[in-house]
């Protein structure tokens, strides 16, 4: 199994976002898996994407979370880099990152040619010129991939793609069946003070985890008119603030790697949580009485993205491995490894496990519609207001600072 995520954090629109936040507003969008165009409310640098395929350049060098590019030396057994460079005579070279900060530091080096972005950096990658457009006309099995993926807010610019959509996933609630009960169907478990199971409570440690209180407010205090979790005025983002504050004190751990949670849902440290569906199952394989649900507010979730860098000197190479990476096979196959539904319509029927693609609701798009994905939050409101200011990324990494103590 993969080591995935272990901690989401990092600085935006002041940095990465000063020369691209800006002068385009747009409207609605940026919710869920809404159809459309996505407009983040910022200009990004007038980059073209390449118009035809040239000879492969012999090299590729590929920055990607660990499990997404593996070549045998994990594991013998899984390898995909291998077969690529067989196929194309692309020469792999891969660099492995651990958090979103990490892999926006590597891709400055401009050493890299394609990068695994998750929601939380792709529009910083975009504004910063790192990552230019793609054209997906020269990628085949792209015509294959999921709709709800297709140019959504975090991978797409006013109808512009930026990338190729890889694997997605969403932040379920789960709890120990035999010391939970009734079984919960709000993430009010969580967050509602008079909670029964304060104290046995594990959350989400990143600051992107705000969204989840966001969200939650979004449903249970309409009042504030929160329209996306990842557009939040003052106002709004200091209600949610004040909510994990307030949730602070029943949380018993934060948790950024998932197996140390699976460890302590299956020892019992914790009874209730936010997690992904391969915590879910890893512990129910290890004998764990767990299950999980997605809530009836919604959940957040991530949806990556394979995105080209601007830099690039090996770019036909980058589009050969944008293609065979969600191509129908490696697709199911990198999905069943990584633990995330894959975003190939035609890999659910290549899947080793023939179950696989109904517990990670990979064909469900009503399932999809349900969740709010990592946007990274800019001070352009991503939910379409011209009229206020939101709150952008490093608002949110000082907040989470102040949240946890």
């Not at 504050?245 to 020892?267: F, G, I, P």
Request: glycine share 8%; proline share 6%.
């Amino acid at each position: 199994m993969r080591n995935r995520k272990p901690l989401l954090a990092g600085m935006l629109c002041a940095a990465l976002l000063a020369a691209a936040c800006g002068t385009s507003s747009g409207g609605g969008g940026g919710g869920a898996g809404a159809s459309g165009p996505s407009p983040q409310g910022f200009t990004p640098p007038n980059l073209p994407a390449l118009e035809k395929l040239g000879q492969p350049e012999g090299q590729l060098n590929v920055l990607a979370w660990p499990g997404y590019a593996e070549n045998g030396s994990n594991d013998p057994k899984v390898n995909w880099v291998g077969p690529f460079e067989q196929q194309t005579g692309c020469k792999v070279n891969v660099k492995t990152f651990g958090t979103s900060d990490e892999a926006l530091s590597l891709m400055k080096t401009g050493q890299y040619d394609v990068v695994s972005a998750s929601g939380d950096a792709s529009l910083r990658l975009i504004a910063s010129g790192d990552v230019e457009p793609v054209n997906t006309s020269l990628v085949p099995n792209y015509a294959d991939i999921q709709l709800f993926l297709k140019n959504k807010p975090w991978n797409s610019v006013d109808g512009v793609p930026y990338g190729i959509p890889h694997g997605w996933g969403a932040n379920v609630l789960t709890w120990r069946t035999d010391l939970v009960t009734p079984a919960p169907t709000s993430w009010s478990v969580m967050f509602d003070p008079s909670s029964r199971y304060k104290g046995k409570i594990i959350a989400y440690d990143s600051p992107i985890y705000i969204a989840d209180a966001a969200l939650y407010l979004m449903r249970h205090q309409p009042d504030l008119g929160i329209k996306n979790p990842y557009a939040l005025d003052q106002k709004q983002f200091q209600a949610s603030v004040d909510l994990l504050k307030q949730q602070r004190s029943m949380v018993s751990e934060y948790w950024s790697d998932y197996l140390k949670e699976a460890q302590s849902l299956k020892n019992g440290d914790a009874v209730v949580g936010t997690a992904w569906q391969v915590t879910v199952n890893q512990v129910k394989h290890d004998g764990g009485p767990v299950d999980s649900v997605l809530p009836s507010e919604g959940a957040t979730g991530w949806s990556d993205t394979w995105m080209v860098a601007s830099k690039s000197t090996h770019k036909t190479c980058a589009y050969d491995w944008m293609n065979y990476i969600v191509s129908p096979k490696v697709n199911a196959e990198v999905a069943e490894y990584f633990g995330e539904a894959p975003a190939n319509t035609k890999a659910c029927a290549l899947t080793t496990d023939k179950t696989f693609c109904d517990s990670y609701h990979a064909n469900d798009a009503d399932f999809a519609s349900k969740i709010f994905y990592w946007t990274t939050p800019i001070s352009q409101c991503l939910d379409g207001r011209t009229d206020t200011q939101c709150t952008d990324y490093s608002e949110w990494t000082r907040a989470w600072t102040e949240i946890k103590g």
